[in-house]
């Protein structure tokens, strides 16, 4: 999981998280998420649900 930083593809990423607030799936395999308002995000499948 990543948020928008400096060496980006700015225009990909807000095509992608236009309207999102959640995290969302970047890659071809749904792997990578980008988490558009930079906020934080408790991730319930993650083992210890860390945030």
Same mark, same amino acid.
């Given at each position: 999981?990543?948020?928008?930083?400096?060496?980006?593809?700015?225009?990909? @990423?807000?095509?992608? !998280?236009?309207?999102?607030?959640?995290?969302? %799936?970047?890659?071809?395999?749904?792997?990578?998420?980008? @988490?558009?308002?930079? !906020?934080?995000?408790?991730?319930?499948?993650? %083992?210890?649900?860390?945030?």
């Amino acid at each position: 999981m990543f948020i928008r930083g400096n060496h980006e593809d700015f225009e990909f @990423l807000a095509e992608a !998280g236009a309207g999102y607030d959640a995290p969302v %799936p970047v890659d071809a395999y749904q792997k990578i998420l980008y @988490l558009p308002n930079g !906020g934080r995000f408790t991730c319930p499948s993650a %083992p210890l649900g860390w945030t």
